[in-house]
């Protein structure tokens, strides 16, 4: 599991863009963003490029500020 904090999130609706953008990338299994903590929780193949996760976050206009794997 992987958990990325983000910013530059402003409601609801920003979280649940980059939760269907996530969930678009292949070996991504569940992604959840919560607003109020500005954590997305990733469940994805071990083996995933990290890469491709930080940049749909990027291409979708919001900042990534650190992963951590859990
Ligand atoms: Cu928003």
């Not at 609706?13 to 997305?40: M, N, P, W, Y």
């Amino acid at each position: 599991m992987l958990k990325i904090k983000i910013a530059k999130m402003s409601c609801e609706h920003c979280a649940h863009r980059i939760e269907q953008g996530l969930q678009s990338i292949a070996g991504v299994k569940k992604a959840t963003v919560d607003f109020t903590t500005k954590i997305a929780t990733i469940t994805c193949k071990k083996d995933i490029d990290v890469n491709l996760l930080t940049t749909k976050i990027s291409d979708l206009g919001y900042e990534v500020v650190s992963v951590e794997e859990d």
